[in-house]
């Protein structure tokens, strides 16, 4: 079995800024990419952020030049930086990561946590 847990969503003020965390465990062998995606009401779930096992990371367009996403290998935890919110940055933040579980195959699965909200409000 493997578990996702989101962390770090709150309150925060309009140009403030909040720092989410997201922590794997479990039956892992290895994961591949991790990112951030994010649900408002009566949206649908977009991605945020993404990042390879080597670094390399992709941004929605909405956030690019305020967010960076990160990771900790060891650790096998991922990080979503979230500075100059806007109010339209408001939604459930879901950590997602394709991660490897058995030695005896190659192949990998998508796992989701349960969400975190943010709320930037003044």
């Known amino acids: 079995q493997v578990q996702l847990v989101e962390s770090g969503g709150g309150l925060a003020q309009p140009g403030g800024s909040l720092r989410l965390s997201c922590a794997a465990s479990?039956?892992?062998?290895?994961?591949?990419?991790m990112a951030w995606y994010h649900q408002a009401p009566g949206k649908e779930r977009e991605l945020v952020a993404r990042?390879?096992?080597?670094?390399?990371?992709n941004y929605a367009n909405s956030v690019k030049g305020r967010f960076t996403i990160s990771r900790d290998n060891a650790k096998n935890i991922v990080y979503l930086q979230m500075n100059s919110l806007k109010p339209e940055d408001t939604a459930v933040y879901y950590c997602?990561?394709?991660?490897?579980?058995?030695?005896?195959?190659?192949?990998?699965?998508?796992?989701w946590g349960k969400g975190t909200l943010v709320t930037v409000s003044s």
């Open positions: 479990g039956r892992i062998v290895s994961i591949d990419a």
């Open positions: 990042i390879t096992t080597s670094g390399t990371t």
């Open positions: 997602n990561a394709a991660i490897r579980t058995s030695w005896y195959t190659i192949n990998v699965m998508n796992y």
